[in-house]
């Protein structure tokens, strides 16, 4: 199957800083791609859908000012947690669908856990 | 507004025994796709199985086949032969003209020896 890489797996920062996420789409070409959060125990939660050379899409109650969206080529995602809280701590994880080979399961990233101390 | 509901929060299961997932769906799209992921405690999702909502026949891949019925609103997964590797999470989606992957709150199914 079509293979996404995410990037960092974990990372850990300061509160107030920023954490860049990186998703990739190594062997397609993504036009969307998807961006999720997992709280412990929960199911994966849908943020925004990130659309190459044009503004991502936010779900209800997520904040765009927080979390920044860029979807600057057709295989790279990136998700900025701006400003960072503990509260932000989550596993985020990207996705995309390989729509060039007409299958419909999406694939997915392995998942950057943050840690806000 | 799509819904995936998963009752069981966690299921127990002996090795090489079967055992079903249950899971309902709510949406108005006349198409529409069902999906089952594992997650593993690593956090990656893995794809198992997909079945779209006009097709016929009830989708299988290896030891993970999808109890279908359409009127029911139900995607049941069922796992054959079950192993010790397929102790994880296990989440039902479904995929409706909104492009976006709605995922239920999961069932941890947990085989033991």
């Known amino acids: 199957g079509a293979v996404v890489s995410q990037h960092p797996s974990r990372v850990i920062c300061k509160s107030g800083t920023s954490v860049k996420i990186e998703c990739r789409s190594l062997?397609?070409?993504?036009?969307?791609m998807f961006w999720y959060r997992q709280f412990p125990k929960q199911s994966l939660m849908l943020m925004a859908t990130s659309n190459e050379g044009s503004k991502a899409t936010y779900e209800q109650g997520v904040e765009k000012d927080k979390f920044l969206i860029n979807h600057a080529s057709l295989t790279l995602s990136t998700l900025t947690v701006t400003s960072a809280h503990p509260e932000d701590s989550s596993f985020y994880i990207c996705?995309?669908?390989?729509?060039?080979?007409?299958?419909?399961?999406?694939?997915f990233g392995q998942g950057t856990r943050l840690t806000v101390v | 507004a799509q819904k995936i509901t998963q009752t069981q929060p966690g299921m127990f299961v002996q090795e090489k025994e079967a055992v079903t997932l249950d899971c309902t769906y709510d949406t108005s799209d006349p198409s529409y796709g069902l999906f089952w992921y594992k997650q593993p405690s690593s956090g990656e999702m893995i794809f198992l199985i997909y079945?779209?909502?006009?097709?016929?026949q009830n989708a299988t891949e290896g030891r993970y086949s999808l109890n279908f019925q359409k009127a029911r609103k139900s995607a049941n997964l069922v796992i054959s032969a079950s192993q010790l590797g397929d102790s994880a999470m296990y989440f039902c989606a479904i995929l409706g003209h909104t492009d976006k992957l709605i995922f239920g709150t999961g069932t941890r199914l947990q085989v033991f020896p």
């Open positions: 996705s995309a669908r390989d729509q060039g080979a007409g299958t419909p399961e999406a694939f």
């Open positions: 062997d397609f070409q993504a036009t969307t």
């Open positions: 079945q779209g909502s006009y097709d016929q």
